[in-house]
């Protein structure tokens, strides 16, 4: 599969990536939980799948998928990718003459 493919998809299963590893529970539209990043006794988290992000608004920390694993596991942008390969039992290689650059990516996916 193509990485840009495997990356796109990832992004698209933000609450299926965040539910290995945070509990979450419906909230209308959302699912929310305890934010995994910060202490906190009220749900702050929110996931929303129809647009593909987390959020917390204790922390202010969110962002998509691979975001979330990024800051969740501390791990850079290729492994976070591996990580969210791996939880959806996605199969794909790097290319070994490419230096995949998570930058440009970012800026082709805002085109």
């Not at 992004?11 to 290995?20: L, P």
């Not at 590893?21 to 996931?47: D, M, Q, R, W």
């Not at 850079?76 to 199969?91: M, R």
Request: charged share 30%; net charge negative; hydrophobic share 35%.
């Amino acid at each position: 599969m193509d990485v840009k493919r495997v990356i796109e998809q990832i992004n698209d299963e933000v609450y299926e990536v965040v539910s290995n590893f945070v509990t979450l529970k419906k909230a209308g539209i959302n699912y929310k939980a305890c934010c995994p990043f910060h202490n906190e006794k009220t749900a702050s988290f929110s996931v929303n799948p129809a647009k593909g992000i987390f959020k917390c608004f204790g922390c202010d920390k969110g962002g998509n998928a691979i975001e979330f694993i990024k800051e969740h596991e501390n791990v850079e942008f290729k492994e976070a990718v591996e990580i969210g390969a791996k939880l959806l039992n996605l199969n794909f290689e790097w290319k070994k003459s490419t230096n995949w650059d998570e930058a440009k990516f970012k800026h082709e996916e805002s085109l």
